[in-house]
C-alpha cells in the first residue's frame, strides 16, 4: 500500500491546517483534492457545481483519487468532505477522520475573519440546516470509512498532530 497519510472529515474541520502541520512534522509532501482538481479541469469548486453539478463533481473526485493511487505516496493528503466516497478510498492510504460537532464547526467558520469567502466557495455550506443534515448523514459514513478517528474540537493543531502520529504507528 502507498504509505499515504489520507484527512477525511467535514467542510471546515481543518483537514488542510492539519495537514499541512502533521506533513512538516512527519517529513512529508501535502496535496488536496480540492486543489488537484482545481488544476485538472482549471474551475474553481464552485463553478464546478453550477457547471456540471454534484455528480459530476463526484466524479472528479474519483478521478483524482485514480490518479492519487498510482501516483502518489509518502504524502498527505487532505480530502474535501465528500471525498471518502470514491471507490478505492483505503488503497490510497490510512485513514484519518477528523471530528468535530457541526455546532463546533459552523462556530468556527462564521466566527472567522474570512466567513464570507468561506461559505460561499462552499456550495454545500449554504443553508445550515441542510448543513447539519448532511453532517448527521455522513457521520456514521465517516467513521466506517476510516482506520482511526481523532477528535479535534477545542485542541491545538500540535496535539491533534501528535495524537495521529502516535495511533499511527501502533
Ligand atoms: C464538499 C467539501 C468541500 C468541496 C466541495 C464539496 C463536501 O471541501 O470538496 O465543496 O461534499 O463536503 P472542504 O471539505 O475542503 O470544504
Known amino acids: 500500500m502507498a504509505d499515504n497519510i489520507i484527512l477525511i472529515g467535514f467542510m471546515g474541520v481543518g483537514k488542510g491546517r492539519c495537514a499541512r502541520e502533521l506533513a512538516a512534522r512527519t517529513g512529508r509532501f501535502t496535496v488536496d483534492t480540492d486543489d488537484l482538481i482545481e488544476t ?3 474551475m474553481k469548486i464552485r463553478t464546478i457545481f453550477q457547471e456540471h453539478g454534484e455528480p459530476g463533481f463526484r466524479e472528479m473526485e474519483q478521478q483524482a483519487a485514480d490518479w492519487l493511487e498510482y501516483h ?18 483505503n488503497r490510497l492510504g490510512r485513514v484519518v477522520y477528523l471530528h468535530s460537532s457541526v455546532e463546533e464547526i459552523l462556530a468556527a467558520i462564521r466566527s ?7 461559505i460561499k466557495k462552499r456550495p454545500l455550506l449554504q ?4 448543513t447539519e443534515k448532511l453532517f448527521n448523514d455522513r457521520l456514521p459514513q465517516y467513521r466506517r470509512a476510516a482506520d482511526i478517528e481523532i477528535s479535534v474540537q477545542n485542541r491545538e493543531i500540535v496535539d491533534v498532530v501528535e495524537e495521529i502520529i502516535d495511533r499511527l504507528r501502533s
Open 127 to 130: 443553508d445550515p440546516a441542510q
Open 112 to 118: 472567522h475573519p474570512k466567513a464570507k469567502k468561506k
Open 40 to 42: 485538472m479541469v482549471k
Open 72 to 89: 502518489v505516496s509518502g504524502t498527505v493528503v487532505s480530502s474535501g468532505g465528500g471525498f471518502f466516497m470514491v471507490k478505492n478510498l
